[in-house]
Each structure stands twice: as C-alpha cells, then as structure tokens.
C-alpha cells in the first residue's frame, strides 16, 4: 500500500467520525429540545468501527460485495454513504426523526444502498452466512448471468456473539459447505451494560475453527508492533496480553497519566523500556496504548488483502469503544452522549468551523480535488444502484389438481407442488423449497423427488444404490431445488429471507417456499419479523395447525398462529378449508410475491396488493369431505379476496355462521342442524382473516380521510346480513382471529375458538372439549340469536 492511499484514508476516516458524532449530537439536540428525551448508544459503539469500515467502504469491497453493518455503527455507514453520494444532508441532520437516517441500517427504511438489515441481534450476522448459500444456489443454477459472486460480510459487535442465532446458523453453515463469507468481530470488549468476560476472543476462536472457519486475530497495531520489537518490548507485550479488560477500558478512560502510574507500578524501572515510555508525551503514550489492530489503517489492509480465497472467515479485530471520543473505555459509554462542551473541543480538534459542520472536506488538509476524484473511483461504488432487478416470472392462469373426495389441505399442497415438479419451466426450475427436518411429514416429499436436493457437491442416496425400499430419494446436487436444514426454525426464517431477497441481492428471481409445523412458527418469530421487516418475499406453509395433531398433545398444537398471521407486517396470511381454494390461494401467492408496484390501494379491497410481500399458509392434516364445485371467476376473486358465501343469508337471516379451516365440516353441519328453526342462515367460509381485516381498516382510515365511498370486502360481504342478526365464528385457533367481525356491522357476535393448551385424544372428543364441535356453534347460535328452541341442539 502507498503513503497516498493511507493518507487518503486517514483524512477520509477522521471526516467519518466527524460527521458521526455531529449527526448523533445534533439528533439528539433536536430530540431534547422536542420531547426531552435523550438517546444514547450510537456515540460510542459506531466509533469503535470507523476505521475498520473506512478500509472496507473506501478500499476492501466490490460492487458484489455485501455488508451487514453492525446495528450501532449506523451513523458511520451513514456518514460513509453521505461521502459516496448516496446519502443527504437532510436525512443525516433528521437521523431518528420523521424520515431521517434510521437508527439501526434498514433496507426499507434508508434511501441509501443498504444490504442487510440490521437491528435485532445477531440477525444480519447469520443473514450473511445464508445469503452466501444462496449465492451459491443462483450461480450452480445459472441464474446469476455473468456477475461474479461477492463476499458477504457481517460487521459483529462481540457481545453480539452472545446470541443464539448465530451460533445455529454456523452449524448449518458448516454442513452446507458456506464460503465467500466474513465475519469481522468489533472486539471492543464492551456490552450494553458491562466488561466482556476475559478470555473470551479464545472461545470464539476454538469455536469458528471447530465450524471449519479460517481465523485471524488481529490485535496490535503498526506502533505497538514496532515497540514490541524494542529492546524491552516483549515485557510491554506481556503485560498489554495479560491486562484485564476492565482494567485496559478503565485506563483507556483515564488516559495517558494512568497509563504511565500503572506501567510504573506493575514494571517496575526496565531500563530500555521505561526511557522509550519516559520519552513519550502523556498524549502519545495513550495513542501507543491504544494503538489497536481495529483503528490501524496499515495493519487492516494488509490483513483484508491477504485473504485470497473463498473459505470463511472470522476476523477477530481489537477496537476500543468510543475510539476517538472522550466516551472511550468507559463500561457506562453505550448510553453516554458527548456534551456540547466535549463537541466544541472535538470541533477544535477536528479543525471544523462553525456552520460547516456538514461540509464533504472541511477541516482536511487534503487537497478536495484529490479527495474528490478518489471517492469518484472507489471500487465498490462503481458498480450502480445496489438493489438489483429481476424481471418477473410467467406463472401459470391456474394451478390445476386431480381432488379426491377426501383431502386435506397438507395433502393438497403435496400434491400441488408434485405437479408444478412435473412442469418444463422456468417457473418450475425457480421454485426452492426448504425445511427444518420436516420434509416429508410436511408434504414435500414427492416435489423433492422430481427435483433433488442442493450441495454444491453430488451426493448419491446410499438407500437406493444398496436397493432398499424409501418413499424419498434423498440424492444431492448443484442442481436441486430443495435445500434441507437441521432442526432449528431460526435458520428456516433466515434462509427464508435470503432466498426471498435473491432478486434484489444477486438479480435473480426465485420462489422460495419454507414448509414446518406450524405451532413452531413461534420458535422463529424474531427471524421471520426480520425477514418481512426486509421485504424479503416468500411462502411459509404452517402445517399441522390447530388441534388436528390430537394425539400428539399440546406439543404439536397451534393456538395463537392465526394472529400472528394478521399482525405481521408484510405477511399475508392466508388459512383455506379445501384443496381448491388453497390451489386458487397458492397461485395467487406465486404471483403476488414478485410484485412490487406502488400504487394506491384498490378500491374493491383497500388492500395495496400491488406492493406485493409473502404469503403464509396455515394447512392441516385434518382430511375433509371436498365440495364438488365449478371455480368461478366471482368465486376465485373471493377466496382470495379473503372471504365468500358458501350459503348466503336470506332477508330475514338471523344467524350467520363464519368459519376458516379445518373446522368447515363442523361449521357446515351446525347450519344443517340450526336451518329448520332459523330464518335465511347465512356459512361465510372466511380464507384470510388478515386480509378481511386489513381491508376493513384501511377502508375507515379512508372514510376518516374523506372518502364516504370507500367500502372493504367484508363490508360489502356483511352489508347482505339484517342488523340484527347474530354471527358465530368458529376456528380451531384463537377466537380473537374472528371476533372483530361484530365490529364490521355492529352485529351480535360469538367468537368460539382455542384459548388453552392442546390435549390428546380424538379429534371429536378435542372439538366437544374445546366448544368448537357442532353442538357448540348451535348453542352459540341459540343463545346470541333467541328464539324457538333449536330441536337437534343437545345438551353440551
């Protein structure tokens, strides 16, 4: 490396942290004077990555490389992407107000380039291992046209690696084969509320080589590294290796006298060393001290430049916290804020005037043409836009299956997916399905079949090739379409979001479709809001749900999965009773995953379908009687809509039943029972609660705006029903997923559902137990619609 470059990235490194620290001191200026509120928490933890950053952003990376930039060092990715041009001084000066530079890097939020979203712990760290897997799959498809595959790198603050995310996304990584991945550790030996445990860089060491990871440890910088080699420097280097992590931040806090008093006291007089350390200044000695591998420009480089190959690797980088700012070393820096004191004199130091604070070259003594034309030729910038396009995927009309009498909704999706798998075509050969150890009792099996499963190396079926008898062929290539995970649904939802973030990461279009039990979409919620929180588009199928797994007790029983299908931003979930509605919701997905449009709602739903997001199915293993039925035009439009009259209520209706699921035949056998004492009964089959009620309330939130005209589906579905007609609502999920229907119209309503722990034994005995069988949507009807008794109700 030449003198030019470093000094170039010197300049470039202290304007960085400039404009951090100026953009978090003037955010919460603004936030004190506003509401009072003080935010600490960015100041300290972005400093301590400014160098390293500095050397990737302005020297390291490619255009096809990509960064998961640790959550707070969002000010210096921001102040880096201001440098580059794709940031603005307005949204630096708003960062943590209305529509400003956002706290933590967002690829929906930010208006700059960012790759990952970052945020909820350890999330975007184990993102990058599994985008690199991704990579992986796109370019052994050839999907990936002619752009080389980039590294995908994670910048992880050490009491990040706490956890547990991250270490279930290095085992699976380990058996996929991950490579083109770099994980560069901010050992600052800090946490939000402490000093790290000593010792604790060995553990993560003894840990990534374990997982087949390169590891290199970089500790000091040039100057320390050149006092070593003194005479008497190995005796400086004994001392640094074995000091404390408390006690190293509390002198790195105090500064250079402290460092002298405890050298003095803990060495003693050692002749050669003690002159070099008697000739320093105070100030030059805590530079010397603190002259870590982290904040080295000349030592960074020279470690980022000799990795050349694609086997991970962990990069365990020594930093101090606050690097930089008076905050440094203090364990109470997280949430400390610089004063306007402490401003004023780094404004001095920095040599920035008054009302340039946001200047590009201010106070640098680099010529700005020199600076200037460097930042126009910086590598990763020269490849354009960094959200790439992909064009979008014929899907067919329709999705057709032969239906049995009897089916269920799980075993309808297998059979779905099975004739996709039959399919010549690009939208087959796009479709990629994974799962947690489920595959098989998840209805995949006969699409892996056709298609294969993913390695980067082929791996032959030993079962077959010895001729022993298995419903699966479990053979592996580069060619596969199923990419089978361990049992972790962690890694599902990140996977999830990797592939469903191809077409924008690497420019290719996948259909990614994740398949696990359904109540063990909680085991993964975090990383599945992560994943929708990105944009990331794909299907997760939840199946078994409900109680419908009654022998197996409350284990492998869903109660709440309904609502966390309609509270989860970017997510529609949808919940069909029969294998012809699921075909019609299935091909609907494929389509509505791709989208990405921006335009207003449609009137008929107020839904902003043309923005597209991922779909969530919840199925069942429950096998039900099948309707016999021509799919019509009106019919399609209302299953995916979310709702339709499978009997409509008559004029003088006084009950209408509602149901999803697979509690169809009880729901539909409660309207035989109730039809000769009840007047014009109305079965509304409901297939997307969420989309019912996102359609409702955005349509009020219309009609509050001004627009009297605007009317959502179920508005429209419920304005047939008298006003005083009673609703019951009936799923083998949480009651709540229904009851606001009584809200739509001001009707009577009685919600029925699961509201406790699953049990085993037979599905009858479950439904009578719970109050969700027959007899308990008649006795619902009875009491919230009174009149003649109802003569089959029996006693509960």
Same mark, same amino acid.
């Given at each position: 490396?030449?003198?030019?470059?470093?000094?170039?990235?010197?300049?470039?490194?202290?304007?960085?942290?400039?404009?951090?620290? *100026?953009?978090? &001191?003037?955010?919460?200026?603004?936030? =004190?004077?506003?509401?009072?509120?003080?935010?600490?928490?960015?100041?300290?933890?972005?400093?301590?990555?400014?160098?390293?950053?500095?050397?990737?952003?302005?020297?390291?990376?490619?255009?096809?490389?990509?960064?998961?930039?640790?959550?707070?060092? /969002?000010?210096?990715? &921001?102040?880096?992407?201001?440098?580059?041009?794709?940031?603005?001084?307005?949204?630096?000066?708003?960062?943590?107000?209305?529509?400003?530079?956002?706290?933590?890097?967002?690829?929906?939020?930010?208006?700059?380039?960012?790759?990952?979203?970052?945020?909820?712990?350890?999330? @975007?760290?184990?993102?990058?291992?599994?985008?690199?897997?991704?990579?992986?799959?796109?370019?052994?498809?050839?999907?990936?046209?002619?752009?080389?595959?980039?590294?995908?790198?994670?910048?992880?603050?050490?009491?990040?690696?706490? $956890?547990?995310?991250?270490?279930?996304?290095?085992?699976?990584?380990?058996?996929?084969?991950?490579?083109?991945?770099?994980?560069?550790?901010?050992?600052?030996?800090?946490?939000?509320?402490?000093?790290?445990?000593?010792?604790?860089?060995?553990?993560?060491?003894?840990?990534?080589?374990?997982?087949?990871?390169?590891?290199?440890?970089?500790?000091?910088?040039?100057?320390?590294?050149?006092?070593?080699?003194?005479?008497?420097?190995?005796?400086?280097?004994?001392?640094?290796?074995?000091?404390?992590?408390?006690?190293?931040?509390?002198?790195?806090?105090?500064?250079?006298?402290? *460092?002298?008093?405890?050298?003095?006291?803990?060495?003693?007089?050692?002749?050669?060393?003690?002159?070099?350390?008697?000739?320093?200044?105070?100030?030059?000695?805590?530079?010397?001290?603190?002259?870590?591998?982290?904040?080295?420009?000349?030592?960074?480089?020279?470690?980022?430049?000799?990795?050349?190959?694609?086997?991970?690797?962990?990069?365990?980088?020594?930093?101090?916290? +606050?690097?930089?700012?008076?905050?440094?070393?203090?364990?109470?820096?997280?949430?400390?804020?610089?004063?306007?004191?402490?401003?004023?004199?780094?404004?001095?130091?920095?040599?920035?005037?008054?009302?340039?604070?946001?200047?590009?070259?201010?106070?640098?003594?680099?010529?700005?043409?020199?600076?200037?034309?460097?930042? $126009?030729?910086?590598?990763?910038?020269?490849?354009?836009?960094?959200?790439?396009?992909?064009?979008?995927?014929?899907?067919?009309?329709?999705?057709?299956?032969?239906?049995?009498?009897?089916?269920?909704?799980?075993?309808?999706?297998?059979?779905?997916?099975?004739?996709?798998?039959?399919?010549?075509?690009?939208?087959?050969?796009?479709?990629?399905?994974?799962?947690?150890?489920?595959?098989?009792? #998840?209805?995949? @099996?006969?699409?892996?079949?056709?298609?294969?499963?993913?390695?980067?190396?082929?791996?032959?079926?030993?079962?077959?090739?010895?001729?022993?008898?298995?419903?699966?062929?479990? =053979?592996?290539?580069?060619?596969?379409?199923?990419?089978?995970?361990?049992?972790?649904?962690?890694?599902?939802?990140?996977?999830?979001?990797?592939?469903?973030?191809? %077409?924008?990461?690497? @420019?290719?279009?996948?259909?990614?479709? +994740?398949?696990?039990?359904?109540?063990?979409?909680?085991?993964?919620?975090?990383?599945?809001?992560?994943?929708?929180?990105?944009?990331?588009?794909?299907?997760?199928?939840?199946?078994?749900?409900?109680?419908?797994?009654?022998?197996?007790?409350?284990?492998?029983?869903?109660?709440?999965?309904?609502?966390?299908?309609?509270?989860?931003?970017?997510?529609?979930?949808?919940?069909?009773?029969?294998?012809?509605?699921?075909?019609?919701?299935?091909?609907?997905?494929?389509?509505?995953?791709?989208?990405?449009?921006?335009?207003?709602?449609?009137?008929?739903? *107020?839904?902003?379908? =043309? #923005? +597209?997001? /991922?779909?969530?199915?919840?199925?069942?293993?429950?096998?039900?009687?099948?309707?016999?039925?021509?799919? #019509?035009?009106?019919?399609?439009?209302?299953?995916?809509?979310?709702?339709?009259?499978?009997?409509?209520?008559?004029?003088?209706?006084?009950?209408?039943?509602?149901?999803?699921?697979?509690?169809?035949?009880?729901?539909?056998?409660?309207?035989?029972?109730?039809?000769?004492?009840?007047?014009?009964?109305?079965?509304?089959?409901?297939?997307?609660?969420?989309?019912?009620?996102?359609? *409702?309330?955005?349509?009020?939130?219309?009609? =509050?705006? @001004?627009?009297?005209?605007?009317? /959502?589906?179920?508005?429209?579905?419920?304005?047939?029903?008298?006003?005083?007609?009673?609703?019951?609502?009936?799923?083998?999920? &949480?009651?709540?997923?229904?009851?606001?229907?009584?809200?739509?119209?001001?009707?009577? #309503?009685?919600?029925?559902?699961?509201?406790?722990?699953?049990?085993?034994?037979?599905?009858?005995?479950?439904?009578? %137990?719970?109050?969700?069988?027959?007899?308990?949507?008649?006795?619902?009807?009875?009491?919230?619609?009174?009149?003649?008794?109802?003569?089959?109700?029996?006693?509960?």
């Amino acid at each position: 490396m030449t003198k030019d470059l470093l000094d170039v990235l010197s300049a470039l490194e202290r304007k960085v942290l400039w404009l951090a620290a *100026w953009m978090i &001191h003037e955010a919460n200026h603004l936030r =004190e004077n506003v509401d009072g509120l003080k935010v600490g928490g960015h100041q300290a933890s972005s400093a301590s990555l400014s160098t390293i950053m500095t050397a990737l952003y302005f020297h390291v990376l490619r255009p096809q490389d990509r960064v998961a930039v640790k959550p707070h060092a /969002s000010p210096i990715f &921001h102040a880096i992407q201001y440098l580059l041009g794709r940031q603005s001084r307005d949204k630096l000066a708003a960062f943590r107000g209305y529509k400003g530079a956002q706290s933590y890097p967002s690829r929906t939020k930010d208006t700059d380039d960012v790759d990952f979203s970052t945020g909820s712990v350890g999330l @975007g760290v184990a993102q990058t291992l599994f985008a690199s897997l991704v990579q992986d799959y796109v370019h052994d498809h050839g999907f990936a046209g002619d752009r080389p595959p980039g590294r995908m790198i994670a910048l992880v603050g050490d009491a990040e690696m706490d $956890e547990g995310n991250i270490f279930e996304a290095l085992l699976e990584g380990w058996k996929q084969g991950v490579r083109n991945c770099w994980w560069i550790i901010d050992y600052n030996r800090q946490s939000l509320d402490a000093v790290v445990r000593e010792g604790l860089w060995e553990q993560y060491e003894k840990l990534f080589r374990a997982f087949g990871w390169d590891v290199v440890i970089l500790k000091y910088g040039v100057l320390l590294e050149e006092a070593f080699k003194k005479p008497g420097g190995d005796k400086l280097r004994a001392w640094i290796d074995h000091c404390p992590n408390q006690l190293y931040s509390a002198l790195t806090f105090q500064g250079g006298a402290a *460092w002298r008093r405890r050298l003095t006291d803990d060495l003693g007089d050692q002749g050669p060393l003690s002159a070099m350390l008697d000739a320093l200044s105070d100030d030059d000695l805590a530079r010397l001290m603190t002259n870590l591998a982290g904040h080295d420009l000349p030592t960074l480089l020279d470690a980022f430049g000799k990795i050349d190959h694609d086997r991970p690797t962990c990069i365990i980088a020594y930093t101090v916290k +606050g690097h930089g700012l008076p905050l440094a070393g203090h364990k109470d820096n997280h949430a400390g804020l610089m004063t306007s004191a402490q401003m004023e004199i780094l404004r001095t130091a920095m040599q920035v005037r008054p009302g340039h604070e946001w200047d590009f070259f201010e106070g640098l003594s680099l010529p700005e043409h020199e600076l200037r034309s460097f930042l $126009e030729k910086v590598p990763f910038a020269q490849g354009g836009p960094r959200r790439l396009q992909a064009a979008r995927v014929d899907v067919p009309a329709a999705l057709t299956v032969e239906i049995a009498p009897t089916m269920s909704t799980q075993q309808g999706f297998g059979v779905l997916l099975n004739e996709v798998g039959k399919q010549k075509s690009d939208f087959s050969d796009r479709i990629v399905t994974t799962s947690p150890d489920v595959t098989m009792s #998840t209805n995949l @099996g006969a699409f892996v079949n056709r298609r294969g499963l993913f390695a980067r190396q082929p791996m032959v079926d030993t079962f077959k090739s010895e001729r022993i008898p298995s419903t699966l062929t479990w =053979e592996f290539s580069p060619k596969g379409q199923h990419m089978e995970l361990g049992i972790a649904e962690m890694n599902l939802f990140i996977l999830l979001s990797a592939l469903g973030l191809s %077409h924008s990461l690497f @420019g290719a279009r996948l259909f990614p479709i +994740g398949t696990l039990y359904d109540p063990f979409v909680c085991r993964g919620l975090d990383a599945l809001n992560y994943a929708c929180y990105q944009d990331a588009r794909f299907i997760l199928v939840g199946t078994p749900s409900g109680i419908t797994l009654a022998p197996e007790g409350g284990a492998h029983q869903s109660i709440g999965t309904p609502l966390i299908g309609m509270a989860q931003d970017g997510l529609a979930a949808f919940e069909p009773s029969f294998v012809d509605e699921l075909a019609v919701i299935l091909g609907f997905a494929f389509d509505y995953i791709q989208r990405d449009g921006e335009g207003e709602a449609c009137e008929r739903t *107020w839904l902003r379908d =043309e #923005t +597209g997001g /991922s779909v969530y199915l919840r199925l069942s293993t429950r096998p039900v009687e099948q309707p016999q039925r021509a799919m #019509t035009p009106e019919l399609r439009q209302g299953i995916i809509d979310g709702a339709y009259w499978m009997r409509k209520p008559g004029p003088n209706c006084q009950v209408v039943v509602a149901y999803t699921g697979a509690i169809a035949p009880e729901a539909i056998q409660a309207v035989g029972l109730m039809a000769e004492d009840r007047r014009d009964i109305g079965l509304l089959a409901v297939t997307s609660a969420d989309r019912l009620n996102a359609g *409702w309330t955005a349509a009020s939130r219309a009609r =509050e705006r @001004g627009l009297p005209h605007a009317r /959502s589906h179920i508005e429209r579905l419920l304005a047939e029903v008298p006003p005083h007609c009673g609703i019951v609502t009936v799923l083998d999920g &949480h009651p709540a997923t229904l009851a606001w229907l009584g809200a739509v119209a001001g009707h009577r #309503t009685r919600p029925l559902g699961v509201e406790h722990f699953g049990q085993t034994g037979a599905l009858p005995d479950l439904h009578r %137990h719970y109050g969700i069988d027959a007899n308990a949507i008649v006795a619902a009807a009875q009491a919230i619609a009174p009149g003649r008794p109802i003569r089959y109700l029996k006693a509960l």
